[in-house]
């Protein structure tokens, strides 16, 4: 009777896995009316149809392989594009009239013709603002930070004071659509804001500014002429002052370049010969990526050889960071 019983068990089992094997062809260890198969089989539609979404089309794939064939050197499309992303930004960084936004901080070390040294830090942002579809304003204030000039001392030494100097802001109105050509005009100011006389003229000046250039994706040349008359403040003698700055530069791609650094500087009160300081600066620069967040780093040397005899800048070692940050007003006002 025992025996029995197991054969008809066996038997039992053998239809069950017949029946089983012909209902579910092709699923092992799923039960019928088990839930996780009907799961199974929506995620897997789920996935088809997101491939099939995000697939592209075989006319995309073949111009995405031609794309590839004929970049050089197997250079990447993401490679490719980090390049000329690099190339760009330099370039709107070197241009002084620019529509991006970014800080520069620009440490000057100067060597006089005392041979004493003499430190200072600019703090120059730039915040262009598009006013209409035809005409941007540039504000470029400077904050700087100055260690000043060496002056005797009652017991025969030299001291030097370190504190802010006088706040420059100039404003600038360009053309949006000029070409290659870089134009603007403007007023320029300086407020009487240095934290010691020593670091600062105490008068408050205004006068005309402007931006004359040309721009290709090769090079930039260029010149920004700054000139100021002092119009009141305190006791301290009346200022007449130009500040010229001449750019070029040649761009050599992966967001390098090379260039002239410096600024030709004069005082038209100072004495006979001593009013001019001229500059031969060379200055190399390099674009690179922090993250999400573009940065120039620029080094330069410069050398005087027109400069005021006493305690005029003979050398200067300048370091220059350029952040890109987000613009706050897009889109026009007007």
């Not at 009777?1 to 029946?19: A, C, I, Q, Y």
């Not at 995620?43 to 392989?65: F, G, K, N, V």
């Not at 070390?109 to 005392?114: A, G, S, T, V, W």
């Not at 240095?194 to 003229?201: D, H, I, L, P, V």
Request: net charge neutral; proline share 7%; hydrophobic share 40%.
């Amino acid at each position: 009777m025992t025996v029995s019983r197991d054969k008809r068990r066996m038997t039992v089992v053998l239809v069950r896995l017949v029946v089983a094997c012909l209902i579910l062809p092709g699923v092992t260890g799923t039960a019928i009316g088990d839930p996780t198969l009907a799961r199974h089989d929506e995620m897997a539609t789920i996935a088809l149809d997101a491939t099939a979404r995000h697939s592209d089309s075989p006319e995309e794939q073949i111009a995405q392989a031609t794309a590839e064939h004929e970049r050089p050197n197997g250079q990447s499309e993401g490679s490719e594009e980090k390049e000329q992303s690099l190339s760009e930004i330099n370039r709107k960084l070197t241009n002084p009239i620019s529509s991006i936004w970014s800080l520069t901080f620009q440490f000057n070390n100067f060597i006089l013709e005392n041979g004493h040294w003499v430190n200072n830090m600019l703090f120059q942002p730039v915040l262009p603002i598009s006013l209409s579809e035809d005409w941007n304003l540039i504000s470029r204030p400077v904050i700087p930070l100055y260690n000043s000039v060496p002056r005797p001392t009652s017991s025969g030494g030299l001291r030097q004071t370190t504190s802010f100097g006088d706040i420059i802001d100039v404003e600038l109105l360009s053309p949006a659509h000029s070409g290659n050509w870089l134009l603007a005009v403007g007023p320029t100011f300086i407020f009487p804001s240095a934290g010691s006389k020593f670091t600062g003229q105490g008068k408050y000046q205004i006068g005309p500014a402007g931006v004359l250039g040309y721009l290709t994706k090769q090079y930039i040349v260029g010149v920004f002429p700054q000139q100021w008359w002092s119009v009141s403040g305190g006791g301290e003698p009346a200022v007449s002052q130009m500040n010229l700055q001449p750019f070029a530069s040649l761009f050599l791609g992966h967001g390098w370049s090379v260039g002239y650094s410096g600024n030709i500087l004069a005082d038209w009160h100072a004495s006979s010969g001593q009013q001019w300081t001229v500059p031969i600066g060379l200055q190399v620069a390099k674009v690179v990526k922090l993250g999400p967040l573009p940065v120039r780093l620029a080094i330069a040397g410069q050398y005087m050889p027109v400069r005021p005899s006493d305690f005029g800048q003979e050398w200067n070692i300048q370091f220059v960071i350029s952040p890109v940050i987000p613009k706050l007003f897009k889109g026009t006002i007007f």
